[in-house]
Protein backbone atom coordinates (compact mmCIF):
# COMPACT_ATOMS: atom_id res chain seq x y z
CA UNK A 1 0.00 0.00 0.00
CA UNK A 2 1.70 3.35 -1.18
CA UNK A 3 1.32 6.93 0.81
CA UNK A 4 -1.64 8.89 0.31
CA UNK A 5 -1.52 12.38 -0.82
CA UNK A 6 -1.93 15.13 1.66
CA UNK A 7 -3.24 18.44 0.92
CA UNK A 8 -0.29 20.79 0.91
CA UNK A 9 -1.19 23.88 3.64
CA UNK A 10 -0.11 24.92 6.81
CA UNK A 11 -0.15 22.02 9.63
CA UNK A 12 -2.16 23.38 12.84
CA UNK A 13 -1.49 21.50 15.43
CA UNK A 14 2.40 23.22 16.27
CA UNK A 15 3.98 19.92 17.86
CA UNK A 16 3.12 17.65 14.67
CA UNK A 17 4.16 21.24 12.44
CA UNK A 18 7.46 21.06 14.20
CA UNK A 19 7.98 16.99 13.85
CA UNK A 20 7.03 17.16 10.35
CA UNK A 21 9.47 20.16 9.64
CA UNK A 22 12.06 18.34 11.55
CA UNK A 23 11.87 15.35 9.12
CA UNK A 24 11.27 17.55 5.79
CA UNK A 25 14.60 19.69 6.54
CA UNK A 26 16.42 16.69 7.45
CA UNK A 27 14.91 14.77 4.10
CA UNK A 28 15.49 17.99 2.03
CA UNK A 29 19.30 18.25 3.54
CA UNK A 30 19.55 14.31 2.43
CA UNK A 31 18.89 15.02 -1.03
CA UNK A 32 21.01 18.22 -1.27
CA UNK A 33 23.70 15.84 -0.58
CA UNK A 34 22.89 12.87 -2.83
CA UNK A 35 22.31 15.02 -5.70
CA UNK A 36 26.07 16.71 -4.95
CA UNK A 37 27.31 13.15 -4.73
CA UNK A 38 25.75 11.12 -7.74
CA UNK A 39 26.01 14.30 -9.91
CA UNK A 40 28.84 16.63 -9.09
CA UNK A 41 26.34 19.59 -8.81
CA UNK A 42 27.24 22.53 -6.93
CA UNK A 43 24.07 22.46 -4.51
CA UNK A 44 23.71 25.69 -1.73
CA UNK A 45 20.53 25.18 0.77
CA UNK A 46 19.67 27.80 3.73
CA UNK A 47 16.62 27.24 5.95
CA UNK A 48 15.25 29.21 8.55
CA UNK A 49 12.84 27.47 10.69
CA UNK A 50 9.84 29.58 12.24
CA UNK A 51 12.20 29.91 15.50
CA UNK A 52 15.05 31.73 13.36
CA UNK A 53 17.32 29.29 13.73
CA UNK A 54 19.16 28.80 10.50
CA UNK A 55 20.04 25.45 8.51
CA UNK A 56 23.03 25.21 6.02
CA UNK A 57 24.18 23.23 3.84
CA UNK A 58 26.67 23.98 1.16
CA UNK A 59 28.70 21.59 -1.61
CA UNK A 60 31.98 20.54 -0.28
CA UNK A 61 33.65 22.13 -3.24
CA UNK A 62 32.30 25.52 -3.02
CA UNK A 63 30.86 28.01 -0.60
CA UNK A 64 27.66 30.17 -0.16
CA UNK A 65 29.49 33.26 -1.07
CA UNK A 66 30.42 32.20 -4.13
CA UNK A 67 27.47 30.48 -4.84
CA UNK A 68 25.51 33.85 -4.31
CA UNK A 69 27.99 35.73 -6.99
CA UNK A 70 27.62 32.85 -9.54
CA UNK A 71 23.79 33.41 -8.75
CA UNK A 72 23.89 36.93 -9.03
CA UNK A 73 26.52 37.08 -12.22
CA UNK A 74 23.84 34.27 -14.04
CA UNK A 75 20.70 35.59 -13.30
CA UNK A 76 21.13 39.29 -13.08
CA UNK A 77 19.33 39.80 -10.02
CA UNK A 78 20.91 42.27 -7.66
CA UNK A 79 21.60 40.84 -4.17
CA UNK A 80 23.82 42.97 -3.15
CA UNK A 81 23.19 47.05 -3.10
CA UNK A 82 25.93 49.48 -3.96
CA UNK A 83 26.48 50.37 -0.01
CA UNK A 84 28.00 46.54 -0.14
CA UNK A 85 29.99 47.35 -3.21
CA UNK A 86 31.16 50.60 -1.86
CA UNK A 87 32.51 48.04 1.63
CA UNK A 88 34.37 46.13 -1.26
CA UNK A 89 36.16 48.48 -2.80
CA UNK A 90 37.13 50.07 1.00
CA UNK A 91 38.25 46.53 1.73
CA UNK A 92 40.36 46.35 -1.78
CA UNK A 93 41.68 50.02 -1.11
CA UNK A 94 42.86 49.24 2.27
CA UNK A 95 44.41 46.21 1.49
CA UNK A 96 46.69 47.80 -1.46
CA UNK A 97 47.32 50.12 0.93
CA UNK A 98 48.53 47.78 3.67
CA UNK A 99 50.77 46.10 0.57
CA UNK A 100 52.13 49.43 0.53
CA UNK A 101 53.00 49.96 3.97
CA UNK A 102 54.77 45.63 3.83
CA UNK A 103 56.95 46.90 1.24
CA UNK A 104 57.94 50.50 2.63
CA UNK A 105 58.59 48.33 6.23
CA UNK A 106 60.96 46.16 4.25
CA UNK A 107 62.87 48.95 2.50
CA UNK A 108 62.90 50.69 6.01
CA UNK A 109 64.28 47.38 7.75
CA UNK A 110 67.29 47.50 5.07
CA UNK A 111 65.39 44.63 3.06
CA UNK A 112 64.83 44.68 -0.97
CA UNK A 113 66.24 47.80 -1.76
CA UNK A 114 68.04 47.01 -4.58
CA UNK A 115 64.96 47.65 -6.77
CA UNK A 116 65.20 51.52 -5.48
CA UNK A 117 66.44 54.94 -6.96
CA UNK A 118 68.71 56.88 -5.66
CA UNK A 119 66.31 59.47 -4.98
CA UNK A 120 64.44 57.16 -3.01
CA UNK A 121 67.43 55.51 -0.69
CA UNK A 122 67.92 59.06 0.28
CA UNK A 123 64.41 59.58 1.42
CA UNK A 124 64.86 56.20 3.40
CA UNK A 125 67.89 57.27 4.55
CA UNK A 126 66.36 60.58 5.81
CA UNK A 127 63.00 59.05 7.42
CA UNK A 128 65.78 56.33 9.49
CA UNK A 129 68.11 59.47 10.65
CA UNK A 130 65.31 61.62 11.70
CA UNK A 131 63.78 58.31 13.29
CA UNK A 132 67.35 57.80 15.24
CA UNK A 133 67.17 61.09 16.53
CA UNK A 134 64.27 60.87 17.91
CA UNK A 135 65.06 57.98 19.68
CA UNK A 136 67.76 59.44 21.38
CA UNK A 137 66.31 62.08 22.56
CA UNK A 138 63.90 59.81 24.27
CA UNK A 139 66.76 57.47 25.49
CA UNK A 140 68.07 60.37 26.82
CA UNK A 141 64.95 61.87 28.61
CA UNK A 142 64.16 58.61 30.35
CA UNK A 143 67.43 59.03 32.92
CA UNK A 144 65.66 62.52 33.56
CA UNK A 145 62.12 60.98 34.15
CA UNK A 146 64.08 58.52 36.29
CA UNK A 147 65.43 60.92 38.68
CA UNK A 148 62.14 63.06 39.12
CA UNK A 149 60.29 59.73 40.30
CA UNK A 150 63.28 59.43 42.75
CA UNK A 151 63.15 62.40 44.20
CA UNK A 152 59.67 62.34 44.03
CA UNK A 153 59.27 58.96 45.91
CA UNK A 154 62.41 59.93 48.72
CA UNK A 155 60.00 63.39 49.31
CA UNK A 156 56.84 60.97 50.15
CA UNK A 157 59.53 58.72 51.98
CA UNK A 158 60.14 62.00 54.50
CA UNK A 159 57.02 62.93 55.04
CA UNK A 160 56.31 59.31 56.06
CA UNK A 161 58.62 59.09 58.34
CA UNK A 162 57.59 62.36 60.10
CA UNK A 163 54.25 61.44 60.06
CA UNK A 164 55.14 58.19 61.79
CA UNK A 165 57.84 59.79 64.39
CA UNK A 166 54.61 62.26 65.20
CA UNK A 167 52.21 59.76 66.02
CA UNK A 168 54.74 57.80 67.84
CA UNK A 169 55.75 61.23 70.18
CA UNK A 170 51.65 61.44 70.17
CA UNK A 171 51.45 57.97 71.83
CA UNK A 172 53.90 58.75 74.15
CA UNK A 173 52.27 61.87 75.11
CA UNK A 174 49.35 59.79 75.97
CA UNK A 175 51.19 57.35 77.54
CA UNK A 176 53.12 60.02 80.43
CA UNK A 177 50.02 61.43 81.36
CA UNK A 178 48.58 58.06 83.02
CA UNK A 179 50.01 57.25 86.29
CA UNK A 180 52.94 54.71 85.70
CA UNK A 181 51.81 51.21 86.86
CA UNK A 182 53.54 49.67 89.83
CA UNK A 183 53.97 46.47 90.60
CA UNK A 184 54.87 44.36 94.23
CA UNK A 185 56.08 40.91 93.88
CA UNK A 186 54.49 38.55 96.32
CA UNK A 187 56.08 35.10 96.84
CA UNK A 188 53.43 31.90 96.15
CA UNK A 189 53.99 30.09 98.93
CA UNK A 190 55.04 32.54 102.07
CA UNK A 191 56.78 30.55 104.20
CA UNK A 192 58.98 29.28 101.42
CA UNK A 193 61.77 32.32 102.66
CA UNK A 194 61.53 31.27 106.43
CA UNK A 195 62.92 27.92 105.51
CA UNK A 196 66.06 28.80 103.94
Known sequence: MGRGKIEIKRIENTSNRQVTYSK?????IKKAKEITVLCD????????????????????????????????RLSGN???????????????????????????????????????????????????ENGLTNIREKKDEIPKIMRKREQALEEENKHLIYMVQQSEMAAMGDYQSHEPFSFRVQPMQPNLHERM
Open 41 to 72: ANVSLVIYGSSGKMYEYCSPKTNLIDMLDRYQ
Open 78 to 128: KLWDAKHENLQNEIDRIKKENESMQIELRHLKGEDITSLNYEELIGYEDAL
Open 24 to 28: RKNGI
